[in-house]
């Protein structure tokens, strides 16, 4: 057994890279585990980004480095090339070799025969009745998952996504995601999953960076990035969420409920999901799926109300008839947002204990 711990591997960077009119440069240091979502608009830098960390393409100066490994060193003259990265890439297409089938195209980049890594993945990505077909007789979403397995058996250190899902369409889509976030829970490799897709990569990513040309505009945890004010417009506008996690306590079969704690005192009532007891669920809740009243009101169909403060408020200028909130709820927070009649009409304030309810609430039954 081995008896030094090991540290996952950061990923550190420091780079510059112009191409055309465009430049990128970029500094990040992100978490060893879990997925670090790249987020930003079209043309923004996030394939560029992606490229030049799996040594696609070199930047003019700068430095990578993956734990303690060295990828890129201008200064020093170091550059490693791809094939010595130990880094998995997942590109829009799948690009597997159309004359292997699935099977020899998920093992040609195994480094040893190891088969029951295989079979793991094999059963996590829900691939056994493909094995024998051929790339060409694939659905995308299909082919997409192939690729996904032949990266992560080539035994990565840090699996590259580069919008997996693009192409898809709804259910495939919504599948796949499925697919993804069950096999980042579970497979202990750091991702860096890029979308430019706000529900998306809120639903996926534990650590977000936003781009904005060329630029890191922010990186910090997801939850922490969902509540700044100021990027309300670019993470999803409208569609603004936030996120709130909790331990499944109980299930109620005969009215199909499943009985969420966000702590000792706080419950949320869900449709029903078969996600066991003890285990935690992490919930998508959109701004604008919260109502307030000034105290609980009686008889109403909301399943969940919830004791809460208004901690902080903010008109945006892209949106002058709304007010964004944060509320407090015992050690959580959440986003709301109404409008400024109501707003003015209830006489809210910062400060204020008000009643939130939740209209409804998405999250990803495993
Ligand atoms: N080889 C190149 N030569 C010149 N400019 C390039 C080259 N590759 C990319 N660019 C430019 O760099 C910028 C960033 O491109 P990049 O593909 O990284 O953006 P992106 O955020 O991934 O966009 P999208 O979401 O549309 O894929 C764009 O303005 C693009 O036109």
């Known amino acids: 057994m081995a008896d030094v711990m090991t540290?996952?591997?950061?990923?550190?960077?420091?780079?510059?890279?112009?191409?055309?009119?465009?430049?990128?440069?970029?500094?990040?240091?992100?978490?060893?585990?879990?997925?670090?979502?790249?987020?930003?608009?079209?043309?923004?830098?996030?394939?560029?980004?992606?490229?030049?960390?799996?040594g696609l393409d070199r930047p003019q100066q700068g430095h990578i480095k993956l734990g303690q490994q060295?990828?890129?060193?201008?200064?020093?003259?170091?550059?490693?090339?791809?094939?010595?990265?130990?880094?998995?890439?997942?590109?829009?297409?799948?690009?597997?070799?159309?004359?292997?089938?699935?099977?020899?195209?998920?093992?040609?980049?195994?480094?040893?025969?190891?088969?029951?890594?295989?079979?793991?993945?094999?059963?996590?990505?829900?691939?056994?009745?493909?094995?024998?077909?051929?790339?060409?007789?694939?659905?995308?979403?299909?082919?997409?998952?192939?690729?996904?397995?032949?990266?992560?058996?080539?035994?990565?250190q840090l699996l590259l996504m580069d919008e997996p899902l693009t192409g898809l369409d709804g259910p495939r889509k919504e599948e796949l995601?499925?697919?993804?976030?069950?096999?980042?829970?579970?497979?202990?490799?750091?991702?860096?999953?890029?979308?430019?897709?706000?529900?998306?990569?809120?639903?996926?990513?534990?650590?977000?960076?936003?781009?904005?040309?060329?630029?890191v505009e922010a990186s910090d945890a997801l939850h922490t990035l969902l509540h700044r004010f100021d990027l309300t417009h670019g993470l999803g506008g409208f569609d603004a969420a936030s996120l709130l996690e909790g331990e499944v306590v109980a299930h109620d079969h005969a009215y199909g409920l499943t009985y969420l704690a966000l702590d000792d005192e706080h419950r949320l009532t869900l449709p029903g999901t078969a996600a066991p007891i003890g285990s935690r669920l992490r919930l998508r809740i959109l701004a604008r799926d919260i109502a307030l009243a000034l105290t609980p009101p009686p008889g109403t169909s909301y399943r969940n109300q919830l004791d809460a403060t208004i901690v902080d408020t903010a008109v945006l200028p892209e949106a002058p008839?709304?007010?964004?909130?944060?509320?407090?709820?015992?050690?959580?927070?959440?986003?709301?947002?109404?409008?400024?009649?109501?707003?003015?009409?209830?006489?809210?304030?910062?400060?204020?204990n008000i009643t939130a309810l939740i209209r409804s609430v998405s999250f990803n039954p495993l």
């Open 321 to 352: 008839h709304t007010v964004e909130l944060r509320l407090r709820i015992g050690t959580r927070f959440l986003r709301a947002r109404l409008t400024r009649k109501s707003w003015d009409d209830m006489g809210l304030a910062k400060g204020m």
């Open 7 to 54: 540290t996952p591997p950061r990923l550190t960077l420091d780079i510059e890279q112009p191409q055309g009119d465009f430049k990128l440069a970029v500094r990040l240091d992100l978490p060893g585990d879990g997925v670090s979502g790249v987020f930003g608009a079209s043309g923004s830098g996030k394939t560029s980004l992606l490229r030049v960390i799996a």
């Open 177 to 215: 995601l499925r697919y993804i976030t069950r096999l980042t829970q579970q497979v202990d490799i750091p991702v860096v999953y890029v979308s430019h897709d706000a529900e998306e990569i809120t639903t996926i990513a534990d650590h977000l960076v936003v781009l904005k040309a060329g630029r």
């Open 70 to 156: 060295v990828l890129l060193d201008t200064q020093r003259g170091i550059f490693t090339p791809p094939h010595q990265r130990r880094i998995g890439v997942v590109f829009q297409e799948a690009r597997l070799f159309p004359h292997y089938c699935v099977r020899g195209n998920l093992t040609y980049g195994m480094p040893h025969p190891a088969p029951g890594r295989l079979a793991e993945i094999v059963e996590l990505l829900g691939i056994e009745a493909l094995l024998t077909r051929m790339p060409g007789t694939l659905s995308g979403g299909e082919a997409r998952r192939v690729a996904i397995g032949r990266a992560l058996l080539s035994e990565p």
